[in-house]
Nanobody
Framework: QVQLVESGGGLVQAGGSLRLSCAAS????????MGWFRQAPGKEREFAAA????????YYADSVKGRFTISRDNAKNTVYLQMNSLKPEDTAVYYCAASSRIGNIATMRLADFGSWGQGTQVTVSS
């Protein structure tokens, strides 16, 4: 398994920006698709964004498309989530995850990600 540690969460006003980072350890990081998921209180964990192993492809949930950008730097073993134009609805614990299979990132679901970070809280105030 790859170990993942998220950071960068915090409190921000609506319309503001925040950048999350996910530091990974393990030799297999560069060979895995990576994703960001989020879970609001009382709700199921949901997909936000994913990026292919080489960064050549990205995929976003409709709820964040145009506002969030996922990227990765394999040399630094890090994946990022740049979040702009934040809304109160974006408030959630954000989790970084590494895929457990090879495939099209657009078809991957939560169950396809086998390694998870501990999560970082993002709170967007009105």
């Amino acid at each position: 398994q790859v170990q993942l540690v998220e950071s960068g969460g915090g409190l921000v006003q609506a319309g503001g920006s925040l950048r999350l980072s996910c530091a990974a350890s393990g030799r297999t990081f560069s060979n895995r698709a990576m994703g960001w998921f989020r879970q609001a209180p009382g709700k199921e964990r949901e997909f936000a964004a994913a990026i292919s192993w080489n960064g050549g492809s990205t995929y976003y949930a409709d709820s964040v498309k145009g506002r969030f950008t996922i990227s990765r730097d394999n040399a630094k073993n890090t994946v990022y989530l740049q979040m702009n134009s934040l809304k109160p609805e974006d408030t959630a614990v954000y989790y970084c995850a590494a895929s457990s299979r090879i495939g099209n990132i657009a078809t991957m679901r939560l169950a396809d990600f086998g390694s998870w970070g501990q999560g970082t809280q993002v709170t967007v105030s009105s």
